[in-house]
């Protein structure tokens, strides 16, 4: 069977950091370009970042470009999100989604993604 599994989600202060880590079993990531989604209470499920099969090409959402960081370690089958000067709205279910690409590129859109995790919560709070 193919599982994503988020880690790494907790309570932490506004301007705090925290990373957050999506672990493949059962499949290989060689193939799949990542993307991060987040859905808060009460709004819709959007996208956060996205990363190519290589690592080559990655995508941010205006709200999160210069502060979350996203990358991938093949090796360790482990694509990762590094969230710093976190903000009270960033407060959401994170999940990460695998999309099987034969390009080196990664798309925004949640329907492109075939396999999901179930989440991790991020509480950005004082």
């Known amino acids: 069977q193919l599982h994503l599994v988020e880690s790494g989600g907790g309570l932490v202060q506004p301007g705090g950091s925290l990373r957050l880590s999506c672990a493949a079993s059962?499949?290989?990531?060689?193939?799949?370009?990542i993307g991060w989604f987040r859905q808060a209470p009460g709004k819709e499920r959007e996208g956060v970042s996205c990363i190519s099969r290589s690592g080559g090409s990655t995508n941010y959402a205006d709200s999160v470009k210069g502060r979350f960081t996203i990358s991938r370690d093949n090796a360790k089958n482990t694509v990762y999100l590094q969230m710093n000067s976190l903000k009270p709205e960033d407060t959401a279910v994170y999940y990460c989604a695998a999309d099987f690409r034969l390009v080196d590129v990664c798309r925004s859109g949640e329907k492109d993604y075939d396999y999901w995790g179930q989440g991790t919560q991020v509480t950005v709070s004082s």
């Open positions: 059962g499949f290989t990531l060689d193939y799949y370009a």
